[in-house]
C-alpha cells in the first residue's frame, strides 16, 4: 500500500464538505521515554524516529515519551498505546495529548496551514507525515513542560512575596533544593532527550520540504515557547539559588553566634573557676 493509498482507504480518513480526504493525527505523550529498541509494529517506515506502519496507519515512536498515530481507529490505538506501556519508563497519568488534521490540497505550492484548520498538503506522503509527527510532538512535550514550570512558579511566589513583605526566607532549604532539581529536569529534557530547535532528520534527506517543517514551526510556535520555556527556566534556576544563598548565609551567621556564645560560656566559667580558687 502506497502513501496516497494510506489516506483514502484508512478508515481514520474521512471526506470533507469540499471533498478533500483528512486525516486523524494524535500524539500522545505516556511518560518520561519510551524504550522502541526491538519493537516490531509491523513495516518499519524510519528508524529515527522509530515509525511502523500499522494496519492501515502509521505509528510513530519518539524516545522522549510521546507516539504520534496517524490514520488510525480509536480502538486501534488504545490496544497500541497499551501495548507500548511496559516500555514506557515514568508513565503519566493522565497522559498529555494534542489532535490535529491533515487536508489533501491541489498542489505541492498550496502547502499550508489553515488558522485554527487542517494542516493542508500536496500528498499524505511518509516524508510528510513524519515531519508532522515530530512538530505535534514536540508541541505536546513542550506543553506538559511548561505546565512543570508553572507549577514551580506557583511554589517559588509564595517565597518571594514572604520575603518582600517580611524580609524572611522559607526556613527548609530542601524546598528551595527540590525546585532547583525540578527546573534541571525540565531543562534537561528540552535541551537533551526534545531537542525541540534541532530539525527532524528527514529533512536531512528531504531539503524540499523544509518550508513545510518552517510552516509547522511557526504554526505550533516551538520556537518562541522553547525560548519563552528557557527564560522561565533560568528565572526558576536564578531565584531558586538566590534563595538557597540568603538561607545558607543566614546558617552561617548562626553558626557564628554560637560559636561567640559558646566561646563566651566558657570564658566566663574559667573567670569562674579562677575567680573560685582564690577565695
Known amino acids: 500500500m502506497n502513501a496516497d493509498q494510506l489516506a483514502v482507504n484508512t478508515p481514520a480518513t474521512s471526506p470533507r464538505p469540499d471533498g478533500a480526504p483528512t486525516l486523524r493525527i494524535r500524539a500522545v505523550m505516556l511518560g518520561e521515554?519510551?524504550?522502541?529498541?526491538?519493537?516490531?509494529?509491523?513495516?518499519?517506515?524510519?528508524?529515527t524516529p522509530a515509525a511502523f506502519r500499522v494496519h492501515a496507519g502509521l505509528a510513530v515512536i519518539f524516545r522522549y515519551g510521546v507516539v504520534v498515530l496517524i490514520g488510525l481507529l480509536p480502538s486501534e490505538e488504545k490496544v497500541l498505546i497499551d501495548g507500548l506501556k511496559p516500555r514506557v519508563i515514568g508513565e503519566f497519568s493522565p497522559h498529555e495529548e494534542e489532535i490535529a488534521q491533515a487536508q489533501l490540497c491541489k498542489d505541492e505550492s498550496a502547502e499550508a496551514i489553515l488558522p485554527g484548520g487542517p494542516i493542508c498538503l500536496a500528498k499524505f506522503s511518509d516524508d510528510r507525515l513524519l515531519l508532522i509527527a515530530d512538530a505535534l510532538a514536540k508541541s505536546t512535550s513542550l506543553a506538559r513542560d511548561e505546565r512543570r514550570v508553572a507549577a514551580v512558579f506557583d511554589v517559588i511566589e509564595p517565597f518571594a512575596r514572604k520575603l518582600a513583605e517580611q524580609g524572611r526566607t522559607p526556613p527548609r532549604r530542601k524546598g528551595i533544593l527540590q525546585l532547583i532539581g525540578n527546573a534541571l529536569l525540565v531543562q534537561q529534557r528540552v535541551a537533551g532527550r526534545v531537542a525541540v530547535a534541532e530539525k527532524p532528520d528527514v529533512l536531512w534527506e528531504k531539503p524540499e520540504l523544509d518550508r513545510l517543517y518552517a510552516r509547522l514551526e511557526d504554526e505550533?510556535?516551538?520556537?518562541?515557547?522553547?525560548?519563552?520555556?528557557?527564560?522561565?527556566?533560568?528565572?526558576?534556576?536564578?531565584?531558586?539559588?538566590?534563595?538557597?544563598?540568603?538561607?545558607?548565609?543566614?546558617?552561617?551567621l548562626r553558626l557564628e553566634i554560637a560559636v561567640v556564645v559558646l566561646i563566651v560560656i566558657e570564658v566566663a566559667i574559667g573567670c569562674f573557676q579562677i575567680w573560685s580558687g582564690t577565695h
Open 33 to 47: 521515554r519510551i524504550n522502541p529498541s526491538g519493537l516490531e509494529l509491523g513495516a518499519t517506515v524510519s528508524s
Open 220 to 252: 505550533y510556535e516551538l520556537k518562541e515557547r522553547l525560548d519563552t520555556l528557557e527564560r522561565k527556566l533560568t528565572a526558576v534556576s536564578e531565584t531558586a539559588n538566590a534563595l538557597t544563598d540568603i538561607i545558607d548565609t543566614q546558617r552561617s
